[in-house]
């Protein structure tokens, strides 16, 4: 009889592990899912330069081609101290190794509440995987009046020089542009807020701020800006990008991500 008991419970704890076992590889483990990450940048400006001309950010996307691929997006932060940003993009780098997988994705998004850059048009700024891989451009904001108005055609040479003007767009305006042989294609596509109103002339340098709410400053609680109660200077603000590859399960619908790409970062000053 007691040996009968012994066995009884010694089946139970058999049929239990192998419930248990059968539970787990179907619903408890998730698929690991690599991603390849983003390629290199070409120009990775630092919010310690004085010279506008370098505030833009050019890199290549991701060569995945994947099935669960989705493509490349583009993530930043703001900030009014310097220092802080520093502490942060480190926090992330220091994490952003292959044996790490999406864990400097994960605190870039989840701890320190990077936002998707998003386009005039209100589409987050991705670059998906039927592109290919892509050489990018991106500037943040107008410096030097930008382009101007286009000039008559009948007036020659300023309507020339306008145009020529134009395929080095990014060197003065706002503009999201892919290089295409070897010039860069624009599609009036200019970079925006997380919340697809508000753009990043913060000071409204170009005085186009439409109904007074586009071009404005950054007010504690966005969530695509970490206020400091100690800013490193007056009337100047620091934003870090990142670029980063996405892929979806089928199964979860959950993102994996690559490791991330440093793009740089650029500052927004008062008078500049």
């Known amino acids: 009889m007691n040996n009968a008991g012994v066995m009884r419970k010694n089946l139970l704890i058999l049929l239990s592990c192998m419930i248990a076992g059968v539970f787990v590889s179907s619903c408890g483990l998730e698929e690991v899912i690599t991603v390849e990450e983003p390629l290199v940048t070409y120009n990775n400006p630092l919010f310690s330069s004085s010279d506008p001309e370098s505030w833009y950010f050019n890199f290549k996307t991701s060569s995945e081609s994947g099935e669960n691929f989705v493509g490349t997006d583009v993530y930043y932060k703001i900030y009014n101290n310097s220092s802080t940003l520093t502490s942060e993009k480190s926090s992330i780098l220091s994490v952003n190794t292959s044996t790490n997988s999406s864990a400097a994705a994960t605190r870039m998004i989840e701890t320190y509440k990077y936002q998707q850059l998003v386009g005039d048009a209100g589409d987050s700024v991705m670059f998906p995987k039927d592109v290919g891989s892509v050489t990018v451009i991106m500037r943040?904001?107008?410096?030097?009046?930008?382009?101007?108005?286009?000039?008559?055609?009948?007036?020659?040479?300023k309507y020339n020089n306008y145009i020529e003007s134009k395929k080095s767009r990014y060197k003065w305006e706002a503009c999201i542009g892919i290089l295409s042989g070897a010039e860069y294609l624009y599609n009036n596509y200019i970079p925006y807020r997380y919340d697809r109103t508000r753009s990043f002339d913060f000071f409204d340098y170009d005085q186009d701020n439409k109904g007074g709410t586009?071009?404005?400053?950054?007010?504690?609680?966005?969530?695509?800006?970490?206020?400091?109660?100690?800013?490193?200077s007056e009337d100047t603000y620091y934003?870090?990008?990142?670029?980063?590859?996405?892929?979806?399960?089928?199964?979860?619908?959950?993102?994996?991500?690559?490791?991330?790409?440093?793009?740089?970062?650029?500052?927004?000053?008062?008078?500049?």
């Open 140 to 157: 943040l904001k107008n410096y030097q009046n930008g382009l101007g108005p286009e000039p008559s055609q009948s007036d020659t040479a």
């Open 214 to 232: 586009r071009d404005v400053i950054p007010v504690d609680g966005d969530s695509d800006y970490k206020y400091s109660s100690t800013a490193s």
């Open 239 to 272: 934003i870090q990008m990142f670029a980063v590859g996405v892929a979806l399960d089928p199964n979860t619908v959950s993102a994996s991500y690559s490791l991330v790409l440093d793009l740089g970062s650029v500052p927004i000053r008062k008078g500049e």
